[in-house]
C-alpha cells in the first residue's frame, strides 16, 4: 500500500460528492456529482464531474464511488500517540475524588508515564503504539502529529522520536513528529525547572534538530509546568535552531501562553479553556491556529470552556484534534472528537470538519500539502457512507468510513 507500484498511472474517483474545505470558500466547498483526478499521489484535478478535463477522464483505474461523499483524508493535529503502559489506576484515582494536581503530585501523571516509557525499547514502543494508530486510520486519518515528552531527557526523548518516525514506515499514512521534552519536570531533576529547561535548550533540541527527529518544537505553560519565562527560552532555541513551534497553553489557568505562542509565531496554541480576549486577539494577528481538545476537558471533567465565540469574533482558524494520551486523553476516535467539539463547545459541523481537515493542516504547516481537495495537494481522501457531512458529527461509536487512500493508493 502506498509503494511506488501502480502509482505512476492517473486514478479516478467519479460519481461522487466532494466536501472540498477549500480555503476561502463557503462552508464545507460541496460539488455535487464531483471527481477527483489523481496521478503520483497529488491529485490533479477535483470538482464538478462535467468540467473535468477529457485527459483526466482517461483514468486508468477509474472507481465509481455511486454518490458517497469524499472529503479531504482526516488529520489529527496534537496526538501524545507513543507512550508505554497505561494510566487507568489514575482514571480510578480521580474518580475516587483527586484532582488532576493531586494525581500528579502523588507520583502519577506524566511523571508515571516516564518510568513506563524508559522502561520501554524502541521496539516496545512502536508495537504498543500501532494498535491506537490503526484506530485512528480505521476512521479515515491519513495524517497524524506525534509528540514526544514521557521522556524528559536526551535518550529517551530521541528513543520516542525515532520510534514515531517509525510509524511512517510501518503504515501508509503521514506522520509529523513534535519534540516536548518541555513537557513536566523528571523526577532526577529534583524540582529544579531552569535547570531542566537549561538542558533542553543546551542539549536536547540541538540534538533532536541535529538528527532530523522533529518537525516542530512544543512546550508545557502552565504551573503544574514550565512558566512564560522558560517556555520563551525552549521556544527561542527553536528559533535559532529553524524549527516551528506550538504550545499546550491557558488549560488550567491563564498565564497568557495563547499571547506567548502567537508573538513567536506558533502554527497552534491548544487546549485554551483560559484563554482571554488579549490572547485571542494576539493568536488571530499571528495567524496561530486555536487547537480546540474535548477529550482532555471530558475526561479530566473541566468545567471551563475555551471561548470559542472569541475566537470566532477575532477570526481565529480552529483545528480540533483528539490530544490521544494515557493520562487526561485516551481518545482514538476524531469522529467522537468531533461530537465532543459540537456537544461540548459549540462547534458547528462546518467548524468540526474544517478542524480535522483543513485547519488541523494549517496547525501543522502543512496546509500547501494537505487538508483539501484541490489540485497539488496529496491524494489523501477519505470516502463515507453517508447521506450529508452532518452525520460525521452527529453519531457517536458508529463509524462509516469505506474507503480511505493516501497518497493516491
Given at each position: 500500500?502506498?509503494?511506488?507500484?501502480?502509482?505512476?498511472?492517473?486514478?479516478?474517483?467519479?460519481?461522487?460528492?466532494?466536501?472540498?474545505?477549500?480555503?476561502?470558500?463557503?462552508?464545507?466547498?460541496?460539488?455535487?456529482?464531483?471527481?477527483?483526478?489523481?496521478?503520483?499521489?497529488?491529485?490533479?484535478?477535483?470538482?464538478?464531474?462535467?468540467?473535468?478535463?477529457?485527459?483526466?477522464?482517461?483514468?486508468?483505474?477509474?472507481?465509481?464511488?455511486?454518490?458517497?461523499?469524499?472529503?479531504?483524508?482526516?488529520?489529527?493535529?496534537?496526538?501524545?500517540?507513543?507512550?508505554?503502559?497505561?494510566?487507568?489506576?489514575?482514571?480510578?484515582?480521580?474518580?475516587?475524588?483527586?484532582?488532576?494536581?493531586?494525581?500528579?503530585?502523588?507520583?502519577?501523571?506524566?511523571?508515571?508515564?516516564?518510568?513506563?516509557?524508559?522502561?520501554?525499547?524502541?521496539?516496545?514502543?512502536?508495537?504498543?503504539?500501532?494498535?491506537?494508530?490503526?484506530?485512528?486510520?480505521?476512521?479515515?486519518?491519513?495524517?497524524?502529529?506525534?509528540?514526544?515528552?514521557?521522556?524528559?531527557?536526551?535518550?529517551?526523548?530521541?528513543?520516542?522520536?525515532?520510534?514515531?518516525?517509525?510509524?511512517?514506515?510501518?503504515?501508509?499514512?503521514?506522520?509529523?513528529?513534535?519534540?516536548?521534552?518541555?513537557?513536566?519536570?523528571?523526577?532526577?531533576?529534583?524540582?529544579?525547572?531552569?535547570?531542566?529547561?537549561?538542558?533542553?535548550?543546551?542539549?536536547?533540541?540541538?540534538?533532536?534538530?541535529?538528527?532530523?527527529?522533529?518537525?516542530?518544537?512544543?512546550?508545557?505553560?502552565?504551573?503544574?509546568?514550565?512558566?512564560?519565562?522558560?517556555?520563551?527560552?525552549?521556544?527561542?532555541?527553536?528559533?535559532?535552531?529553524?524549527?516551528?513551534?506550538?504550545?499546550?497553553?491557558?488549560?488550567?489557568?491563564?498565564?497568557?501562553?495563547?499571547?506567548?505562542?502567537a508573538s513567536y509565531g506558533a502554527l497552534s496554541a491548544d487546549h485554551l479553556?483560559?484563554?482571554?480576549?488579549?490572547?485571542?486577539?494576539?493568536?488571530?494577528?499571528?495567524?496561530?491556529?486555536?487547537?480546540?481538545?474535548?477529550?482532555?476537558?471530558?475526561?479530566?471533567?473541566?468545567?471551563?470552556?475555551?471561548?470559542?465565540?472569541?475566537?470566532?469574533?477575532?477570526?481565529?482558524?480552529?483545528?480540533?484534534?483528539?490530544?490521544?494520551?494515557?493520562?487526561?486523553?485516551?481518545?482514538?476516535?476524531?469522529?467522537?472528537?468531533?461530537?465532543?467539539?459540537?456537544?461540548?463547545?459549540?462547534?458547528?459541523?462546518?467548524?468540526?470538519?474544517?478542524?480535522?481537515?483543513?485547519?488541523?493542516?494549517?496547525?501543522?504547516?502543512?496546509?500547501?500539502?494537505?487538508?483539501?481537495?484541490?489540485?497539488?495537494?496529496?491524494?489523501?481522501?477519505?470516502?463515507?457512507?453517508?447521506?450529508?457531512?452532518?452525520?460525521?458529527?452527529?453519531?457517536?461509536?458508529?463509524?462509516?468510513?469505506?474507503?480511505?487512500?493516501?497518497?493516491?493508493?
Open positions: 500500500m502506498g509503494g511506488a507500484n501502480g502509482k505512476s498511472g492517473l486514478r479516478v474517483w467519479r460519481n461522487a460528492r466532494l466536501a472540498t474545505m477549500a480555503d476561502g470558500v463557503a462552508g464545507l466547498g460541496i460539488v455535487e456529482k464531483g471527481a477527483i483526478a489523481a496521478r503520483d499521489g497529488l491529485i490533479v484535478y477535483a470538482g464538478a464531474e462535467a468540467s473535468m478535463p477529457a485527459s483526466a477522464g482517461q483514468g486508468v483505474d477509474t472507481v465509481d464511488c455511486e454518490g458517497r461523499w469524499i472529503t479531504p483524508g482526516l488529520i489529527d493535529c496534537h496526538t501524545h500517540l507513543v507512550y508505554a503502559g497505561n494510566r487507568a489506576n489514575e482514571f480510578e484515582m480521580r474518580l475516587a475524588g483527586a484532582t488532576y494536581e493531586e494525581v500528579a503530585r502523588a507520583g502519577g501523571g506524566i511523571v508515571s508515564s516516564v518510568k513506563s516509557l524508559r522502561a520501554a525499547n524502541e521496539d516496545d514502543l512502536v508495537a504498543q503504539t500501532l494498535p491506537r494508530l490503526d484506530a485512528l486510520m480505521a476512521e479515515g486519518v491519513t495524517t497524524v502529529e506525534v509528540k514526544s515528552g514521557y521522556g524528559l531527557d536526551l535518550d529517551n526523548e530521541k528513543k520516542s522520536l525515532r520510534a514515531a518516525r517509525r510509524l511512517a514506515n510501518e503504515r501508509p499514512v503521514t506522520i509529523r513528529t513534535t519534540c516536548l521534552a518541555a513537557h513536566a519536570l523528571p523526577p532526577e531533576a529534583r524540582g529544579d525547572k531552569d535547570a531542566f529547561i537549561d538542558l533542553v535548550a543546551a542539549t536536547i533540541l540541538p540534538d533532536v534538530a541535529a538528527e532530523k527527529l522533529a518537525d516542530a518544537v512544543d512546550g508545557f505553560c502552565e504551573g503544574i509546568a514550565f512558566s512564560p519565562e522558560q517556555i520563551a527560552r525552549v521556544f527561542e532555541k527553536a528559533r535559532a535552531l529553524g524549527l516551528p513551534v506550538k504550545l499546550h497553553a491557558d488549560q488550567l489557568s491563564n498565564l497568557h501562553g495563547a499571547a506567548l505562542a479553556e483560559y484563554t482571554d480576549e488579549a490572547g485571542a486577539a494576539a493568536m488571530a494577528k499571528a495567524g496561530t491556529v486555536a487547537t480546540i481538545l474535548p477529550g482532555a476537558y471530558y475526561f479530566i471533567r473541566e468545567t471551563k470552556k475555551p471561548p470559542v465565540d472569541l475566537f470566532r469574533r477575532h477570526g481565529v482558524k480552529m483545528a480540533v484534534a483528539t490530544d490521544s494520551n494515557p493520562g487526561t486523553s485516551p481518545l482514538t476516535s476524531l469522529l467522537l472528537t468531533m461530537n465532543m467539539a459540537a456537544t461540548l463547545f459549540g462547534l458547528t459541523v462546518d467548524e468540526c470538519l474544517a478542524g480535522v481537515t483543513r485547519e488541523a493542516a494549517r496547525a501543522l504547516g502543512l496546509l500547501d500539502k494537505a487538508g483539501t481537495l484541490e489540485a497539488g495537494k496529496s491524494a489523501d481522501l477519505a470516502i463515507w457512507d453517508i447521506e450529508r457531512p452532518a452525520e460525521l458529527v452527529y453519531r457517536m461509536g458508529f463509524n462509516p468510513l469505506h474507503a480511505r487512500i493516501w497518497r493516491g493508493q
